[in-house]
T-cell receptor
Framework: DAGVIQSPRHEVTEMGQEVTLRCKPI?????LFWYRQTMMRGLELLIYFNNNVPIDDSGMPEDRFSAKMPNASFSTLKIQPSEPRDSAVYFCASSFTGPVDTQYFGPGTRLTVL | DAKTTQPPSMDCAEGRAANLPCNHSTISGNEYVYWYRQIHSQGPQYIIHGLKNNETNEMASLIITEDRKSSTLILPHATLRDTAVYYC???????????FGEGTQLTVNP
């Protein structure tokens, strides 16, 4: 299994531009999570889905952020318009409901907004 | 989820056991103790979890006190590749959100 796949691995953009981050979860996993990591705030959960349905988006910082999961094998996190304070590493993770609920993380997307 | 407290940093000599403590005095009966680690520039990696019994896998051992208010993650023979931030998380299972604290920066020295 290839694990959780994220693209792009690095993204540099200018303030005001739209940014789209992509995630392919592990096949068969029914939960998908989006996290953001910064030096100031650490690793924080933004939103998570169960069976493609958003369950908790209370961590999404503001309306500029949106996430979708059109099918079980793909999710996007969009920032529009982007701001310098959005610069961070964004991680996607997936898990399978069961007695052992282990989240598997992708390699992350390092976003820099100039 | 119950709050956890970990030392900010620890050092360990290569080949020796690394014992990482975690306090979770407000843990409830249905909450598990999970350990993840994050090697620099990588995504977090699951290590081990437990409810009340001690657990062991190919990566580590988890010792949970009888009152469940604290636990210790043991890496029996630490290597340089074990240098990472180790996170102790208390949460229910079945798709529950993970709340990452600041963790313990473990540095394994040659």
């Amino acid at each position: 299994d290839a694990g959780v796949i994220q693209s792009p691995r690095h993204e540099v953009t200018e303030m005001g531009q739209e940014v789209t981050l992509r995630c392919k979860p592990i096949s068969g996993h029914d939960y998908l999570f989006w996290y953001r990591q910064t030096m100031m705030r650490g690793l924080e959960l933004l939103i998570y889905f169960n069976n493609n349905v958003p369950i908790d988006d209370s961590g999404m910082p503001e309306d500029r952020f949106s996430a979708k999961m059109p099918n079980a094998s793909f999710s996007t996190l969009k920032i529009q318009p982007s701001e310098p304070r959005d610069s961070a590493v964004y991680f996607c993770a997936s898990s399978f409901t069961g007695p052992v609920d282990t989240q598997y993380f992708g390699p992350g997307t390092r976003l820099t907004v100039l | 989820d119950a709050k956890t407290t970990q030392p900010p940093s620890m050092d360990c000599a290569e080949g020796r056991a690394a014992n990482l403590p975690c306090n979770h005095s407000t843990i409830s009966g249905n909450e598990y103790v999970y350990w993840y680690r994050q090697i620099h520039s990588q995504g977090p990696q699951y290590i081990i979890h437990g409810l009340k019994n001690n657990e062991t896998n190919e990566m580590a051992s988890l010792i949970i006190t009888e009152d469940r208010k604290s636990s210790t993650l043991i890496l029996p023979h630490a290597t340089l590749r074990d240098t990472a931030v180790y996170y102790c998380i208390v949460t229910e299972t079945s798709g529950s959100r993970l709340t990452f604290g600041e963790g313990t920066q473990l540095t394994v020295n040659p």
